[in-house]
């Protein structure tokens, strides 16, 4: 149905991201950039963890710990950076432990379903690092400065509730029904104006930053490029004659 299903596989370790992970996802992040047929993304993790973080047992067997973690963040970091360009929309399915990097990394989605045995922590102070994969860079644009210095600081483990009430995820439900919920949720954002998407995930990226009479500017910009697609056009004539729109993504 037009969504691309990116799992996380290392389930007896919950997940733990080591470098040949890391690169198998840019891999796959790199052919979901290339493939016309994707119009959305799930991103969850096999087994009972989204994901524990990286795998700190890497770091410390390598003798060189900087290169060790390198091999790790440099495909993510190309990944990400790659994932956030798409115009295609990512909702991130999370159950059992999501921790330190699978923190970061359900960060990165625009949208994300919460099983209700869902358990979330930086984890990062407790020993004794910092966060990546652009943690510092999303937390606070979700639940503001005074929050996200307390999950980072703290590095204290909450519940899928928790994580809803101040905004970190979408939805929490029965973990029984948590992937086919995500999977609905990116089923129903392929279904949508793919381009559209975009330039609204884009313009949502850009408004923190930006001065009022700029952003003003770019939402017109924006929406006058919006006009000129096949999508519009299906949405207005839709919308006129009073029926569901068939988007094309176009």
């Known amino acids: 149905g037009g969504v691309a299903i ?15 992970m890391a690169e198998r996802f ?19 993790g096999n087994g009972r963890a989204f994901c524990a973080g990286g795998d700190v047992s890497q770091f410390l067997a390598s003798h060189d710990v900087a290169a060790g973690i390198e091999a790790i963040m440099a495909p993510l970091h190309e990944a990400l950076c790659l994932l956030d ?7 991130a399915c999370l159950q059992g432990a999501v921790a330190g990097g699978g923190f970061s990394l359900a960060l990165a989605c625009d949208l ?8 979330f922590t930086m984890a990062y102070a407790r020993i004794g690092a910092t966060p990546d994969l652009g943690g ?18 703290l590095a204290e483990t909450f519940g899928a509730e928790e994580a809803l009430k101040i905004g ?12 086919d919920e995500a999977l609905a949720m990116a ?12 330039r609204i995930r884009a313009l949502l990226a850009e408004a923190p930053d930006a001065d009022l009479a700029d952003h003003l500017d770019a939402e017109r ?8 697609t096949a999508d519009f056009r299906a949405g207005v004539t839709a919308f006129m004659e009073k029926r569901p729109a068939a988007f094309t993504g176009l």
């Open 168 to 179: 970190l995820v979408n939805r929490v439900v029965p973990a029984a029904q948590a992937r």
């Open 221 to 228: 910009d924006v929406f006058r490029e919006t006009t000129a």
């Open 136 to 153: 510092t860079y999303r937390l606070a644009r979700l639940v503001g400065q005074r929050k996200a210095r307390e999950i980072a600081l």
């Open 26 to 44: 840019l891999a796959q992040v790199k052919a979901i950039a290339a493939s016309s047929d994707v119009r959305s993304i799930l991103l969850q």
């Open 85 to 91: 360009a798409l115009p295609q929309p990512s909702v």
């Open 112 to 119: 994300a379903v919460a099983a209700d045995d869902a358990r």
């Open 187 to 198: 089923r129903k954002l392929a279904a949508g104006p793919t381009g559209a998407y975009g």
């Open 6 to 20: 990116l799992t996380l596989d290392r389930p007896a370790v919950l997940n733990a991201i080591d470098a040949p």
